[in-house]
């Protein structure tokens, strides 16, 4: 071949976008062996075409005989650098072939153990695609797009949230498409569903019965609707989360990412599937053979040349991940976003619970790091306070978390604190649960009397709605505990230290401040002390007056002696 025909090939490649016009793969082996310059755009260009190839064919022959052996061979190229390649390719091919969607979610599964970048990167663009699909009123690609995800949340790749959200979505104003879109995710998705949420599963299921009443969609639709039914009472045998042939990651081992539907700054990062030459190409070729050898194994030869250099490959990638995670940790303190995702994600567990103890389950299941415990307690809080009334299924919550651990316990101290200085901001209605809250806390022994120290009853140191606050929270406290044992454990000897904002005696006038607040909220009884105290108070002070006067007559006649 002349040169100026390579050239004029070389051209064509670095010139389009899409690749330009078909070259057999003889002609790219030559043209590749001509290039000596790895780093060139040419020679970037050729592997890229190739690379796109490999992705293409490894996907369209997988199955489930052969998908542990596609893995491993998919691992070997640069799915770095090709996760636009292999997400674009993943999502045509099951959009083609509906029947496919397990093992293709069973592949994703497995590489997102491992690079869970890419995992997150097909799932934003599912969650992106169905949007504009529902909008568009396209059902052939919603179905696509909902299979798809039912599959990724029973491989715990997405949140179960994503898949309420969607059913919310679709079945919130009912057509006929979307109802049947609905049943085909739920076939899917429902035995995930009932097992990890089961209160929202039913809710669904509720709703599903109330279209079917209603009677407004086609009545092809509508037996659909009672094949799911049927289908549910048959505990989805033909529908089953994953098929034993593609359970191939074990639970504790998968990466959950928790992408929202409502998330509106989604990035698709369309430019991954875009050919863009690379300046340090050859820089990160190296750092990727790293990363396969550490996923691999070092029997992984694809290269010979790989152990020469491991040494040198184990501090680079140690620099890496030390790098990786300087950088995660800077994008965490100047966003929040794992902090608002964390309280998103409480809240919609707390909701999605039947009863308390399922509920203290899965948060004990969510992954909270050290020092965050006290935004797991504000978030019960606050899901407390927004209740038209006190529901004790609160109350038993943080019960059980502080009896399980003292670390929940102080947490929840912390809050006692925090919020008692901040309750003038809260309307009646709120702080009313809120003391009712804290009141069944301290009644269940799950928080430490210690925090009354914080509680000064004086007409200077309260305001309107702190004194509402202690009045709703020493009610619950008698209607849980009785009048006689409130008062035992208020002159508790050991205790008295951390009553004594609560019962003042530094002066008189705080003195009846006290009595006559205990007495206007019916508890005048737990007063009998202040009361000998108020009544001793003036021969107290004329027997320290009488001392005083002593000492200076003594001091007197000893001056007068000398």
């Not at 396209?138 to 039912?150: N, S, V, W």
């Not at 070729?285 to 030869?301: A, M, V």
């Amino acid at each position: 071949m002349s040169a100026s025909l390579l050239k004029n090939e070389h051209e064509v490649f670095i010139n389009t976008r899409a690749g330009g016009v078909y070259i057999p793969p003889a002609r790219l082996r030559q043209m590749q062996q001509k290039i000596t310059d790895k780093s060139s755009a040419e020679y970037q260009r050729i592997t890229w075409e190739a690379l796109k190839k490999s992705i293409n064919g490894l996907i369209n022959k997988v199955n489930t005989s052969n998908i542990k052996n596609i893995v491993f061979e998919i691992i070997n190229e640069n799915l770095i650098r090709g996760r636009g390649l292999f997400a674009r390719s993943i999502m045509k091919a099951q959009s083609a072939s509906l029947p496919f969607t397990p093992v293709y979610a069973a592949l994703v599964s497995v590489i997102n153990t491992k690079l869970p970048q890419v995992g997150q990167l097909i799932l934003t663009r599912l969650i992106v695609q169905f949007r504009k699909a529902y909008r568009r009123n396209d059902k052939t690609t919603c179905l696509a797009a909902t299979t798809f995800i039912a599959h990724l949340c029973n491989h715990l790749v997405a949140h179960e949230i994503v898949a309420l959200q969607i059913l919310v979505l679709l079945l919130e104003n009912p057509t006929s498409d979307s109802v049947e879109v609905a049943v085909g995710f739920m076939r899917e998705v429902g035995c995930h569903l009932a097992e990890v949420s089961p209160k929202a599963n039913n809710d669904v299921f509720d709703r599903f019965r109330a279209i079917l009443h209603e009677a407004n969609v086609e009545k092809r639709v509508q037996y659909m609707i009672e094949v799911l039914f049927q289908v549910r009472k048959d505990k989805y045998k033909d529908n089953p989360p994953i098929q034993p042939d593609l359970d191939l990651v074990k639970e504790e081992d998968q990466i959950t990412h928790h992408v929202s539907l409502d998330d509106q700054d989604l990035d698709v990062e369309e430019t991954l599937g875009i050919f863009n030459y690379d300046p340090n190409y050859l820089e990160n070729e190296e750092k990727y053979k790293e990363i396969k050898t550490q996923i691999l194994g070092e029997d992984s030869d694809e290269d010979e040349d790989e152990e020469s250099g491991s040494e040198e490959s184990d501090e680079n990638e140690d620099n890496e991940a030390t790098g990786a995670t300087e950088n995660s940790i800077e994008i965490h303190d100047q966003t929040n976003t794992n902090l608002i995702n964390l309280r998103r994600t409480i809240y919609l567990t707390i909701k999605s619970s039947v009863d308390f103890e399922e509920c203290c389950h899965k948060l004990m299941k969510l992954c909270i790091q050290e020092g965050q415990e006290v935004e797991l307690c504000n978030m019960i809080i606050e899901c407390c306070s927004q209740e038209r009334t006190y529901e004790k299924f609160f109350g038993l919550i943080g019960e059980r978390l502080a009896k399980i651990n003292l670390v929940w316990a102080k947490a929840f101290e912390q809050c006692f604190v925090q919020y008692y200085e901040t309750i003038h901001r809260y309307e009646t209605n709120r702080l009313r649960n809120v003391s009712k809250y804290f009141g069944h806390l301290l009644a269940s022994d799950a928080l430490s009397w210690q925090v009354f120290s914080v509680i000064k009853l004086t007409e200077d140191d309260t305001t309107s709605s702190s004194r509402i606050f202690v009045k709703i929270l020493f009610e619950e406290l008698t209607g849980i505990l009785g009048l006689v044992r409130l008062k035992e454990r208020l002159t508790d000897e050991t205790m008295r230290e951390h009553y004594v904002g609560l019962f003042p005696k530094d002066n008189p006038r705080n003195t009846r401040f006290a009595i006559n607040y205990f007495t206007s909220i019916g508890l005048g009884v737990l007063t009998d002390e202040l009361r000998e105290h108020l009544q001793n108070a003036p021969k107290i002070s004329m027997s320290q007056k009488h001392a005083l006067d002593s000492e200076s007559d003594d001091d007197s006649d000893s001056s007068t002696s000398i």
